[in-house]
């Protein structure tokens, strides 16, 4: 690859004459009002780079971008991304050279340039040499964190962490110094983008230069006016009870408050991370601690809080003894379970299950199942959805036959729900169900629906059933499908509505993928073939389509015999499209 | 009778001539280094404070909006500005927020440099780039579009620089300037549409805090909403209802108690709102009374009738407090501006139009001062009226 790319550069220099020559080339492309060419211009910066060679890249190149930054958006960026590959031209000793260009890009006003100039100057950066970094990086640090627009504080903000990591203890004292006033600027967005970087700084400090030096930093941003800061203070409070522990009472204090804060927003955050917390912390303080105030969140007056909590629960379980699940939490779940917000309801339905495994077959059996049977006839599809969903966890555990009777009538409610959605959804769950139910159950209650499935209404609808059919049939195995889904298929096949009749068709295709030839000969061909003669050009056309499927199934002998006779008789249809699809099929028989 | 007499300085802005025209939303920015006017065409006109001189020259204009079709409900989306906002300045570009009944922009006001390349150095080929001359250039940055069913009235700031509410008859929903999705924080809709009784006539939001704002609603109900205290602020936190000045009930009670604007002190802590007649104040932590409420407009009632058929009792006036939480400023018809001294309950008018006229006991609705924005720390007054824009600056 060097080795066309040099051959590359040479014809661009005899091109192009002089070195200068490109620049100047380059340069009035940067001039056109035409913001595409100026965009393609810089797209091929590297190649004007590596013509013009490392030391005048560096010399009239970069200086000349420089006086270029203020274009759109879409440029700015480009050019972000083409400095970052000049390293190698410029030299691993040199790269401090593209640090100006970088440097102006990372106080621009649009996120998205602005973090990638951030990006491309930590790589460098990482690349490095020490000395490079004490004569270059840290006065770039510097120069951002006094500079005069926000933009180019916040870049400071995630320049530090990886810039601390690597340098000595003088510069690791000035760079916390910088962090700390930085975290107490006048515009909130600056503290707020050092509280989002908080979290990375801690991982680069040992344990007691944090207590010293973070811990009231955290504190007073975890205290901040603004929502937006105070809530970045719950992932702040998990990176630094890692390293800390939970015996730090300043840190506890900060928890607490968030915990108590008075915007709603940054108590879900904290519900959100509450399992984090509780892995973190000591059983002890679990049970005193985590586990409180958890409990306060489950009984937020905010709906949002109440959910994210709610979804925590088996989480918060994991990490505390039975007696404290029964004792402390299942009171609360019981009020959860009839709580006015349906989303509420929805999230508890969907964790309540994993507290079977936790909590064993007894207690399971007296106090788990009654609530999942209540909330399997909840008014609100989705929390009947999620039980539903989860429900292999408490069968383990106890079994089935519980539930069953219940469960059952859930099925056949949301199996006729007016929305074909909520239909669809059930049918998505029925293998699940089958292989909880077992063969006899199943046929018993369920396997009428899912004939039934099939006549639906609503053809998404039909067509999942189908898909469903080939599923249960693969679990439960072909005689099972012998004796309870061909019969049906093939009186479908006669229906007086084409649509139906198409379903049959359909279905017979995707379950030939499964069935032996016996039954492919013997009842899916004769049933396909039969439909060449329907009066609907739709249904023939199809039968097309599917003998085409079918016939890779078969051995040439029976296409010959039975197959093809029936397409090449199709050739001759009137409808133009069936004879289109008799005509493929014909083709890839003969192949 | 002082009150207006240091406001000797003025200077006119716009003076459009067709009558179809008017000016709609005025602004000034954070540092008030910036005057933003919108109008009835969709275009925003902004104004730069000179450097030299007490004098606020042409900056640019763009056109913002324009007037759209609404082909589901047949009808037209108006280009006219509602309102302007400025965000915080914090680079060399200046951003700011405009909306019409259905759409919110956010624009960049830039600053681009002419370039040209010299070479001036005959034995260096290399090109060297100066600085000719600089060109303004707006750019729509952002579209905050299809979240309001109904015609959206106001939008604000909040102090976090990253957020900002906007508001139409019945709801009032949250946006982060990054996305382009808003949450809905207040609905006001009731169950079956028809029934509504009472819709948002405008909000602001706190100066200092940032979750809170205020809501005017067309029963004369001043609400306070905190973001913090729930997802939805279904019912606000706070209620400020007072009995309406009427000596009797009349027809027109209903009407006249209709807020059409809303406003903070500098500190946060009082709340002044217009209705036609009267402005009523506020302090935040008493609900059950106002302050006080002054009747200012009573010779307005004598002509409530004719005011009513040509929909004048409608006009959405808005007012401020003063260079001191003390005085009170609000628009009114002729082209007058009036001023209020809470403390010596003396009232003064100053004349903003262009043509002084003697004393008319006519109410002249077409001369009509609707939007005003007093900037305290530049002692810069803006006024619009109608199809004039003027500055008035204060000799102190």
Known sequence: WAHIVSIIVDQISEMAGEQEEVLQIFADEMKTEDKFLRLNAVRNLSVVATALGGEATREHLLPFLQEVLDD?????????????????????????????????????????????????????????????????????????????WFTSKKSACEIIPPVYSRSDNETKEKLVEYFKNLAEDEIPMVRKSAANEL????????????????????????????????????????????????????????????????????????????????????????????????????????????????????????????????????????????????????????DISNLAPLLGGEICVQRIVPLVLELLKDEFSEVRFNIINNLDEITNIIGIEELAQNLLHAIVQLAEDPQWRVRIKIIEYTPLLASLLGETTFTERLSALCIAWLGDRVFSVRQAAS???????????????????IPKIQELAHNSNYLYRMTSLFTVSTLCAIVGPEEIQGIMIPLVVNMANDSVPNIRFNVCKTLQELSLLVDSNYVQNEIKPCLTQLLEDEDRDVRYFASLALQKCNQ | DGMTEEWNSRQLLANYQTKTKTITAVTFSDDGDLLASGDSDGFVTLYQASKTNQAYEHYHSFSSHQTTFDYLKSINIFSAIKQIRFLPKHTTSDYLLSTNEKTIKLWKIGQKNIKRNNNTEPDSLFPKVSTQSKEIYSEEAKTYKMAHEYDIHSIDILTDGE??????????????????????VTNT?????????????????????????????????????????????????????????????????????????VAFSEDGNTILARDYLSLHL???????????????????????????????????????FGKDDDTLITGSYNNNLVFYNRN?????????????????????????????????????????????????????
């Open chain 1, 72 to 148: 759109d958006d879409e440029i700015l960026l480009c050019i972000a991304e083409q400095v970052s590959n000049l390293t190698e031209l410029v030299g691993s000793e040199n790269t401090h050279s593209l640090l100006p260009v970088l440097e102006s890009l990372a106080s621009v006003e649009e996120n998205i340039v602005r973090a990638k100039a951030v990006e491309v100057i930590i790589s460098i950066f990482e690349e490095m040499d020490s000395e490079s970094v004490n004569s270059h990086i840290f006065p770039l640090v510097t120069r951002m964190v006094g500079a005069y």
């Open chain 1, 199 to 350: 979290k990375n700084l801690v991982g680069f400090m040992n344990k007691n230069d944090i207590v010293e030096d973070l811990l009231p930093t955290y504190h007073d941003l975890a205290h901040d006016d603004q929502d937006s800061v105070r809530i970045l203070g719950v992932n702040n409070s998990t990176a630094i009870a890692s390293v800390v522990g939970d015996d730090n009472e300043a840190l506890i204090t900060v928890i607490t408050d968030l915990f108590k804060d008075k915007s709603w927003r940054v108590r879900y955050a904290m519900a959100e991370k509450v399992d984090v917390l509780c892995e973190l912390c000591s059983p002890q303080v679990r049970q005193a601690f985590v586990l409180r105030r958890f409990m306060r969140l489950m009984k937020d007056s905010e709906a949002e809080v109440r959910a994210a909590s709610a979804r925590k629960i088996s989480a918060i379980a994991k990490g505390i003894s039975v007696e404290s699940v029964v004792e402390n939490i299942l009171p609360i779940v019981d009020k959860l379970k009839v709580d006015e917000e349906k989303y509420v309801r929805s999230a508890l339905a969907s």
């Open chain 1, 467 to 485: 898909e469903n059919l080939h599923t249960i049939t693969q679990l439960f195995g072909i005689p099972w499908a012998n004796t309870n889904i």
């Open chain 2, 163 to 184: 957020s900002f509410l906007s508001a139409d008859d019945l709801s009032i929903n949250l946006w982060n300037f990054e996305s382009s999705q808003a949450f809905n």
């Open chain 2, 189 to 261: 809709i009731p169950d079956v549409v028809e029934n509504t009784q009472e819709v948002i006539t405008c909000t602001t939001t706190h100066p200092t805090h940032n979750s809170l704002f205020i809501w005017g609603t067309s029963t004369g109900c001043v609400n306070l909403g905190d973001l913090r205290s729930s997802s939805i602020v279904d019912s606000p936190n706070s209620v400020y209802k007072g009995k309406i000045i009427a000596q009797s009930e009349s027809f027109f009670s209903e009407i006249l108690s209709s807020l059409s604007s």
């Open chain 2, 282 to 320: 506020w302090d935040i932590r008493k609900r059950k009374k106002p302050i006080d409420s002054i009747l200012l407009f009573n010779h307005y009632r004598p002509h409530l009738c004719s005011l009513y058929v040509d929909n004048s009792i409608f006009d959405p006036f808005s007012c401020s």
């Open chain 2, 344 to 396: 010596t309950s003396a009232q003064d008018s100053l004349y903003v139009g262009t043509d002084p006229e003697g004393e008319s006991g006519e109410i002249d609705t077409e001369n009509k001062v609707l939007q005003m924005y007093l900037h305290k720390q530049k002692n810069v007054l803006a006024t619009a009226g109608s199809n004039i824009l003027s500055v008035f600056f204060s000799e102190h």
